[in-house]
């Protein structure tokens, strides 16, 4: 089975804290994503890559940065967190063939007082 | 430009009924549709997926779904509903033009009564 898994289920932050959350799979996937889900907005891709050392923004890359030095792992980074970014994180990953589903990790709840 | 709708905030249904949920999409290109479901305090767990052939996809737990091409729709069913199939529910489209990107749905929550 795939598996995805992420560093943290919950995480609280300060204000201005840099924050790090990491997401690793070992399926061998090219593709990895990180989302944000918030109530009645459904999941908004965030970042994604599909190769190691490459990134593309997503549809509110702004506040965030993230990085792939392995294939098998894909971090985002909050460079200064604020308390609009308090939301469920959640990575993906999936092969680069068409037609293929992503698979997700269990999330990260993060909390920015 | 690739979206997504569920039409319906939530859906309630009795145990043993029929359940639908809704999806209707838009894309420039070919579509590949996806259902995910999550549960409380879980990620997404794929469901099924419509790429190509039969309209009618069945997938995980007795669900299946009907791609509709003139109606551009993707509704998810099931015949007779569980009270562990309530949770939330997400059609996804990717637009097979347009990257490897997805794009979903607000989501949907199944609340199923005993």
């Not at chain 1, 190769?51 to 460079?79: A, C, T």
């Not at chain 2, 430009?1 to 838009?26: F, H, I, M, R, W």
Request: aromatic share 14%.
């Amino acid at each position: 089975d795939v598996k995805v898994t992420q560093s943290s289920r919950y995480l609280v932050k300060r204000t201005g804290e840099k924050v790090f959350l990491e997401c690793v799979q070992d399926m061998d996937h090219e593709n990895m994503f990180w989302y944000r889900q918030d109530p009645g907005l459904g999941l908004r891709l965030i970042y994604f890559s599909y190769d190691v050392k490459m990134k593309e923004k997503g549809d509110i890359p702004e506040g965030y940065s993230v990085s792939r030095e392995k294939k098998e792992r894909f971090s985002l980074i909050l460079e200064s967190a604020s308390t609009n970014q308090t939301s469920m994180y959640l990575c993906a990953s999936s092969k680069r063939s068409s037609g293929n589903e992503q698979f997700f990790g269990p999330g990260t709840r993060l909390t920015v007082l | 430009a690739q979206s997504v709708a569920q039409p319906e905030d939530q859906v309630n249904v009795a145990e043993g009924n029929p359940l639908t949920v809704k999806c209707t999409y838009s894309v420039s290109g070919n579509p590949y549709l996806f259902w995910y479901v999550q549960y409380p305090n879980r990620g997404l767990q794929f469901l099924l997926k419509y790429i190509t052939g039969d309209n009618l996809v069945k997938g995980s737990y007795g669900f299946e779904a009907e791609f509709n091409k003139s109606q551009t729709s993707f509704h998810l069913k099931k015949p007779s509903a569980l009270v562990s199939d309530s949770a939330l529910y997400f059609c996804a489209v990717r637009d097979e033009d347009y990257g490897q990107n997805f794009v979903f749905g607000p989501g949907t929550r199944l609340s199923v009564l005993p």
